[in-house]
């Protein structure tokens, strides 16, 4: 199966250094499974050629804002609604969440509440997840004919879904404990104490890392996301 991934940025230097970038930190969700993954620099302006061009598509994290006006955003969010409508599967990350929903129609801007940072608990369907993020922007609306997936205490919109394809999480499933510690050793500083505080405290805690690999495999493989064990969902 190919998987293209939109690479919307990098991870910092230090991360790459240590664990690699997104194509790597991706790759490792997925042991054991023969996936071709072929990035497309987006954020420099590479895209492909449409959304035949890969199987399935996932979607990254990213440093930049999605109402941020960089000139490679529309293309971006056109490209989202083709394969939208080509009915390929669509994973969004973190920043892959916030663009899908906003080319889709949804609302992104910072959250009034400021950062969250570090191991949050997810409510996603009658699951309780544990994952990390590392975020201010939000979803503020869902787009049109989304369903609402989950939330946590300090995001609303932290997983949806539209039709059976496409499914997003707030969370970065991709990030574990280490990874995190050297987050906070390279940016710690220019963020606010207690959040920081927090994702300090939390990085012995167990993450459900596992299970958020298991659902994004399955919609990629073409897995319908009604047949995710999630049970209880809202539509928005």
Same mark, same amino acid.
């Given at each position: 199966? =190919?998987?293209?991934?939109?690479?919307?940025?990098?991870?910092?230097?230090?991360?790459?250094?240590?664990?690699?970038?997104?194509?790597?930190? #991706?790759?490792?969700?997925?042991?054991? +499974?023969? #996936?071709? =993954?072929?990035?497309?620099?987006?954020?420099?302006?590479?895209?492909?050629?449409?959304?035949?061009? *890969?199987?399935?598509?996932?979607? !990254? @994290? !990213?440093?930049?804002?999605? #109402?941020?006006?960089?000139?490679?955003?529309?293309?971006?969010? *056109?490209?989202?609604?083709?394969?939208?409508?080509?009915?390929?599967?669509?994973?969004?990350?973190?920043?892959?969440?916030?663009?899908?929903?906003?080319?889709?129609?949804?609302? %992104?801007?910072?959250?009034?509440?400021?950062?969250?940072?570090?191991?949050?608990? #997810? +409510?996603?369907?009658?699951? %309780?997840?544990?994952?990390?993020?590392?975020?201010?922007?939000?979803?503020?609306?869902?787009?049109? @004919?989304?369903?609402?997936?989950? !939330? !946590?205490?300090?995001?609303?919109?932290?997983?949806?879904?539209? @039709?059976?394809?496409?499914?997003?999480?707030? *969370?970065?499933?991709?990030?574990?404990?280490?990874?995190?510690?050297?987050?906070?050793? %390279?940016?710690?500083?220019?963020?606010?104490?207690?959040?920081?505080?927090?994702?300090?405290?939390?990085?012995? @805690?167990?993450?459900?890392?596992?299970?958020?690999?298991?659902? =994004?495999?399955?919609?990629?493989?073409?897995?319908?996301?009604?047949?995710?064990?999630?049970?209880?969902?809202?539509?928005?």
């Amino acid at each position: 199966m =190919i998987l293209g991934l939109l690479q919307c940025g990098h991870v910092p230097d230090a991360v790459q250094a240590k664990f690699g970038d997104y194509p790597t930190l #991706y790759a490792a969700m997925f042991p054991g +499974r023969d #996936y071709d =993954i072929r990035p497309w620099l987006v954020f420099e302006g590479e895209m492909p050629p449409g959304p035949d061009a *890969a199987d399935a598509w996932l979607i !990254s @994290g !990213s440093r930049f804002g999605a #109402y941020e006006g960089h000139d490679w955003i529309a293309p971006l969010e *056109a490209l989202i609604r083709g394969i939208a409508d080509a009915g390929r599967p669509l994973v969004g990350i973190c920043f892959g969440h916030q663009i899908i929903a906003q080319a889709l129609g949804g609302r %992104v801007a910072k959250f009034d509440g400021g950062w969250t940072l570090g191991l949050q608990t #997810y +409510r996603i369907g009658d699951r %309780v997840l544990r994952m990390n993020a590392w975020h201010q922007d939000q979803v503020l609306d869902l787009p049109p @004919g989304a369903v609402r997936l989950g !939330s !946590s205490a300090t995001c609303a919109n932290a997983a949806f879904a539209i @039709g059976t394809h496409i499914l997003t999480l707030q *969370a970065h499933p991709e990030f574990h404990a280490a990874l995190i510690e050297t987050m906070i050793a %390279v940016r710690g500083g220019d963020l606010p104490a207690d959040r920081v505080a927090h994702a300090d405290a939390h990085l012995a @805690g167990p993450d459900d890392n596992g299970v958020a690999h298991a659902w =994004i495999a399955h919609v990629l493989e073409g897995g319908a996301v009604a047949d995710l064990p999630l049970n209880a969902r809202e539509n928005a």
